[in-house]
């Protein structure tokens, strides 16, 4: 049941470089993630902490 796609360009994502259909595609996100391009899309940690 692979039904990933990779998440730049939207094709089918492939064993090999999984969870992107090739190498371009996984350069491509690393080389974001090392920019700082990505924000983790999770939980306002910092503005849900209450302060006592
Ligand atoms: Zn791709």
Redesign the pocket.
């Known amino acids: 049941m692979m039904a990933a796609k ?6 089918p ?1 492939t064993a090999e470089y999984a969870p ?3 190498k ?2 996984a350069d ?1 996100d690393l080389a974001h993630w090392l920019r700082g391009d990505y924000r983790i899309p999770a939980e306002p940690a910092s503005e849900n902490i209450p302060e006592e």
């Open positions: 990779c998440p730049i360009c939207g094709k994502s992107f259909c090739s371009r595609c491509i």
